[in-house]
């Protein structure tokens, strides 16, 4: 059985795996609606499989239907009872969305997406609002009226240098925000390596590693391009990014390998909650966000391909 060294160095590699996806970033291009959708797309895929072929198969193997099954629906409902409950922005393409508790006010303090929408693009909803807004105020050059007839006054965004420095309480309520959206999302992979390893299975375990590192990339990719609309330094996009999937994985990794190891025979239950709280995260955050931009053959046919790529690598594992 790995040791929880072990745990620690396989599950923090998977993290920092989420850094890559920012590296874009630097280059500061516009990322297309498509390529986002279908980033999502392929993150989609490889949980969906990883969640199958990785915890839901093993577990059955190890223990019961019931235990397994039980786990997976107790982990589906435990994700979208913390969705509810935890206060956190979901990032989005070019903007945030609050939910469970966070307003409107939170959007507003990560910055205004419509800065650095772009007017050409006839798929783009933050331009088409843009546009709107535009229409309504009579404002034909696409700035927004001034209500006291002076220049506007650029809005306040996390980690822009020229920005007024925010209280620590609410750069506290910022971090606390888009850290409750992460943990949610990215815990439930680091628990399905803590368990596998606990449990004795090294071969599953490595695979859900490999894929869970492959599907931080494009899932870093997605927090990313939001994070960085808000005028961050690329640097501090690269940071929070990867911290995003070391932190939570490296926490619950340990969770799960401390739970097994220390109640045997839990490894059916446990493998089943990952799997549940995983596949609630691709149908209540990655499908939808995919999808209703025009470019959902793009989102499918990258989330068949992440599924053939995760059976691709369990092969290879395997062998």
């Known amino acids: 059985m790995t040791d929880l060294a072990g745990v620690l160095t396989v599950s923090s590699v998977a993290g920092v795996a ?17 390529t986002y959708d279908a980033a999502l797309g392929l993150a989609a895929g490889l949980m969906v499989a990883a969640s199958v072929f990785g915890l839901i198969l093993p577990g059955m193997e190890e223990g019961t239907l019931t235990a397994v099954m039980t786990g997976l629906l107790v982990g589906g409902l435990a994700l979208l009872g913390g969705n509810y ?34 007017p050409t693009d006839p798929t783009d909803p933050v331009a088409m609002a843009a546009a709107s807004a535009d229409a309504e105020t009579g404002d034909t050059h ?45 815990a439930p992979e680091g628990l399905a390596i803590g368990v596998a390893f606990a ?25 990313a391009v939001p ?3 808000t005028g961050m330094s690329n640097l501090r996009v690269l940071w929070y990014t990867t911290l995003s999937g070391v932190v939570p994985q490296v926490v619950a ?25 995983m596949l609630a995260v691709v149908f209540r ?10 470019h959902a053959d ?22």
């Open 18 to 34: 989420t850094g890559l996806g920012a590296l874009p970033v630097f280059v500061r291009a516009r990322v297309t609606h498509r």
């Open 85 to 118: 409950a935890i206060p956190h922005l979901h990032a989005q393409y070019r903007e945030w969305l609050p939910d469970g508790g966070a307003t409107g006010a939170d959007v507003a303090s990560m910055g205004d997406p419509a800065d650095s929408a772009d």
């Open 142 to 186: 696409g700035n927004s009226a001034d209500t006291d007839g002076g220049d506007a006054t650029p809005p306040t965004s996390l980690g822009d240098p020229t920005a007024s420095i925010d209280e620590p309480e609410s750069a506290l309520r910022k971090a606390l925000l888009i850290g409750g959206a992460i943990t949610l999302h990215n």
């Open 199 to 223: 449990s004795g299975l090294e071969e599953v375990a490595l695979l859900l590693a490999v894929v869970i590192g492959l599907q931080n990339v494009p899932d870093g990719f997605a927090f």
């Open 227 to 229: 994070m960085a609309e």
């Open 253 to 277: 990794s340990v969770f799960g390998f401390s739970l097994v190891s220390i109640a045997a025979g839990l490894f059916p239950i446990a493998s089943g909650f990952a799997a549940g709280a």
């Open 285 to 294: 955050e990655l499908i939808p966000s995919s999808h209703g931009h025009g």
């Open 298 to 319: 793009a989102a499918t046919l990258a989330f068949l391909f992440g599924f053939v790529l995760l059976v691709v690598v369990d092969e290879l594992v395997v062998v």
